[in-house]
């Protein structure tokens, strides 16, 4: 089933979309369990427990988070190679060996990173901030927790 989210657009006209729609699985208490990660919706990550309104037409909009996963969602702009089908590949491959997965979105030139609680959190933002001094991408929070808070470096960057 789907989930809905409403978005506010910024003044630079992010996220081009008013809505997002995740999947999610019901867990038939009024709460669904989403199961995939966020493009434009913050604050939520795959796993997550979310309650849920029904509109009049059946419609299924987010409410509160039940309950947290543990996992984060980072999202980024691909720049490399104008973010092809190759270099969002490429993203998918350098974030899988720290266990991450990863989905590519063309049209908006992204990549969306489901970090599991378990993963190398300092390794991952280590290779997010090299990737950014590169010149390969940009990157967001969409979704943290303390662990990955903790990984800044004084200061940030």
């Not at 990550?45 to 039940?66: P, Y």
């Amino acid at each position: 089933m789907k989930v809905h989210f409403r978005l506010e657009t910024d003044e630079d006209g992010w996220p081009p979309v008013g809505v997002e729609s995740l999947w999610a699985l019901d867990l038939g208490d009024g709460t669904v369990r989403l199961d995939n990660t966020p493009w434009f919706a913050r604050g939520v990550a795959s796993d997550d427990v979310l309650r849920v309104e029904r509109d009049e037409e059946g419609l299924r909009w987010a409410g509160e988070t039940v309950r947290a996963s543990g996992n984060c969602t980072i999202r980024l702009i691909v720049l490399k190679d104008g973010g092809s089908v190759d270099a969002l590949h490429e993203v998918s491959e350098d974030f899988r060996r720290f266990g991450v997965t990863c989905e590519g979105f063309e049209r908006f030139r992204m990549a969306a990173l489901d970090v599991p609680p378990e993963a190398d959190l300092p390794g991952i933002r280590t290779a997010l901030d090299a990737g950014q001094a590169e010149g390969r991408w940009d990157w967001e929070e969409g979704c943290v927790t303390d662990a990955w808070r903790a990984t800044d470096p004084p200061g940030g960057l």
